[in-house]
């Protein structure tokens, strides 16, 4: 169990570049980052905004001179410092990904950055190289992946209480975008433009998440063809997709579906995964995180809660609340921070032999989410074929 305590030796100096006032996402990451005693909000260029970002930076506890205009000033502003940043959060829209990325890996800064990670895998491998050489780490944010449920599907599929995995089914829709764009907001706007949201809206916006998330809990499968259907149902968002669909094959003979959308009107926001084995199924949804069903073929039902000992260890060790309350989304996130600090701590020690089994969103984990994309698109725009996947 996870209870605050501070598992690497001192507070790492970190500042932000976006998620600032207005930002969607920007929260998550404090949520995630000041639980453990892991990181210290030292500085940030907060928003394109200057003003409005030194005003919230300095509510937040930043110091003025530390609020910086902008992500440039913010780099040369630090280095030059004694108690200058040594890890930085990107919380900014797709299209400055990578060039913020880049930037910070060779001014020596370890990396935390929303998903997508990039617009393509060629950039991906680019910075994987550049932060290779520089010694540093990239995690990526995932948001629901650090749920103790998650870590329990992993761990029964690992340990073959499903059985050979047959079918995964998984679900990420809401209905926020089902009108058209006339008045949307800037979150809005950037998503639905391919010049800044990059190759695709929804199945980026939201699928990177189903996908990486079926990572975890099935990392002996991998896929070897997809077909990929999508369409913008309101037709100013073309060539990006409101909606799409995707089939795909396993090379362990399973086969997968999923769909998301943007357009599931009246839908408040769910995801929702079912894995199938020969034996028995699992179900997880964002909507009762607190709860897994696992279904024994031939066997009454049962609902899992979160927490409680009949568990897997893998599940209890990263488990924060305990069973009597509720688990969700801000727990996840301090997982997925948490470990992405003491991935950077066995990184700046030279402990290589703790980074090769300490499980934590890497770069990896950007570029495969990168690389599902790519394949999505190329099937989309075949009219929908079937593609081996690369
Ligand atoms: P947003 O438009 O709501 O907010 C973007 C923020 O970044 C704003 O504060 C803006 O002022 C600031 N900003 C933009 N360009 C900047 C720059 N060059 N320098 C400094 N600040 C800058 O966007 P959002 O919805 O918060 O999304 C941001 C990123 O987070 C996207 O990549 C998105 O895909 C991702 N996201 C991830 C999750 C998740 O669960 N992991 C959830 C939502 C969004």
């Given at each position: 169990?996870?209870n605050?305590?501070?598992?690497?030796?001192?507070?790492?100096?970190?500042?932000?570049?976006?998620?600032g006032?207005?930002?969607?996402?920007?929260?998550?990451?404090?949520?995630?980052a000041?639980?453990?005693?892991?990181?210290?909000?030292?500085?940030?260029?907060?928003?394109?905004?200057?003003?409005?970002?030194?005003?919230?930076?300095?509510?937040?506890g930043?110091?003025?001179d530390?609020c910086?205009?902008t992500?440039?000033?913010?780099i040369?502003g630090?280095?030059?410092?004694p108690?200058?940043?040594?890890?930085?959060s990107?919380?900014?829209?797709?299209?400055?990904?990578?060039?913020?990325?880049?930037a910070?890996?060779e001014?020596?800064?370890?990396?935390i950055?929303e998903?997508p990670l990039?617009?393509?895998?060629?950039?991906?491998?680019?910075?994987?190289?550049?932060?290779?050489?520089?010694?540093?780490?990239?995690?990526v944010?995932?948001?629901?992946?650090?749920?103790?449920?998650?870590?329990?599907?992993?761990?029964m599929?690992?340990?073959?209480m499903?059985?050979?995995i047959?079918i995964?089914d998984?679900?990420?829709?809401?209905?926020?975008?089902?009108?058209?764009?006339?008045?949307?907001g800037?979150?809005?706007?950037?998503?639905?433009?391919?010049?800044?949201?990059?190759?695709t809206?929804?199945?980026?916006?939201?699928?990177?998440?189903l996908?990486?998330?079926?990572?975890i809990?099935?990392p002996?499968?991998?896929?070897e063809?997809?077909?990929?259907?999508?369409?913008?149902?309101?037709?100013?968002?073309?060539?990006?997709?409101?909606?799409?669909?995707?089939?795909?094959?396993?090379?362990?003979?399973?086969?997968?579906?999923?769909?998301?959308?943007?357009?599931?009107?009246?839908n408040?926001?769910?995801?929702?995964y079912?894995?199938?084995?020969?034996k028995?199924?699992v179900?997880w949804?964002?909507s009762?995180?607190?709860?897994?069903?696992?279904?024994?073929?031939?066997?009454?039902?049962?609902?899992?809660?979160?927490?409680m000992?009949?568990?897997?260890?893998?599940?209890?060790?990263v488990d924060?609340?305990?069973?009597l309350?509720?688990?969700?989304?801000?727990?996840?996130?301090?997982?997925?921070y948490?470990?992405?600090?003491?991935a950077?701590?066995?990184?700046?020690?030279?402990?290589?032999a703790?980074?090769?089994?300490?499980?934590?969103?890497?770069?990896s984990?950007?570029t495969?989410?990168?690389?599902?994309?790519?394949?999505?698109?190329?099937?989309?725009?075949?009219?929908?074929a079937?593609?081996?996947?690369?």
């Amino acid at each position: 169990m996870i209870n605050g305590e501070r598992t690497i030796s001192r507070p790492l100096r970190w500042g932000m570049i976006g998620g600032g006032r207005t930002g969607q996402v920007g929260y998550k990451h404090r949520t995630g980052a000041l639980r453990d005693g892991t990181y210290q909000l030292l500085a940030g260029a907060f928003d394109l905004d200057a003003e409005r970002g030194r005003d919230f930076g300095t509510k937040l506890g930043v110091a003025a001179d530390r609020c910086y205009a902008t992500y440039q000033e913010l780099i040369a502003g630090e280095a030059g410092r004694p108690d200058g940043l040594e890890v930085v959060s990107i919380a900014t829209p797709n299209f400055t990904h990578y060039e913020i990325n880049k930037a910070c890996l060779e001014a020596g800064l370890h990396v935390i950055c929303e998903k997508p990670l990039f617009f393509t895998v060629a950039e991906c491998e680019e910075i994987e190289k550049l932060a290779n050489e520089n010694g540093l780490i990239v995690g990526v944010t995932y948001g629901f992946t650090g749920h103790p449920l998650v870590h329990q599907m992993a761990a029964m599929v690992n340990k073959g209480m499903l059985g050979d995995i047959r079918i995964v089914d998984m679900q990420y829709t809401h209905g926020f975008n089902a009108g058209d764009d006339v008045g949307a907001g800037e979150a809005v706007r950037w998503r639905t433009n391919p010049k800044t949201a990059g190759p695709t809206f929804v199945l980026g916006d939201i699928g990177t998440h189903l996908y990486y998330l079926s990572e975890i809990v099935l990392p002996h499968m991998k896929i070897e063809k997809l077909l990929c259907d999508r369409k913008a149902f309101i037709p100013t968002r073309a060539p990006l997709e409101d909606h799409a669909t995707v089939l795909m094959h396993y090379d362990n003979g399973a086969r997968g579906r999923l769909w998301v959308s943007s357009v599931d009107a009246g839908n408040m926001g769910s995801q929702r995964y079912r894995f199938v084995g020969s034996k028995a199924s699992v179900e997880w949804s964002d909507s009762r995180p607190d709860q897994l069903i696992y279904e024994v073929q031939g066997e009454p039902n049962r609902t899992l809660h979160h927490g409680m000992p009949y568990l897997e260890e893998e599940s209890l060790a990263v488990d924060r609340m305990g069973a009597l309350h509720t688990e969700g989304l801000g727990d996840s996130w301090s997982n997925i921070y948490l470990w992405i600090a003491q991935a950077i701590d066995a990184k700046n020690r030279g402990d290589e032999a703790f980074l090769k089994t300490h499980h934590y969103p890497g770069i990896s984990a950007g570029t495969e989410g990168v690389r599902w994309l790519e394949n999505c698109v190329r099937s989309a725009d075949a009219g929908s074929a079937w593609v081996d996947f690369k």
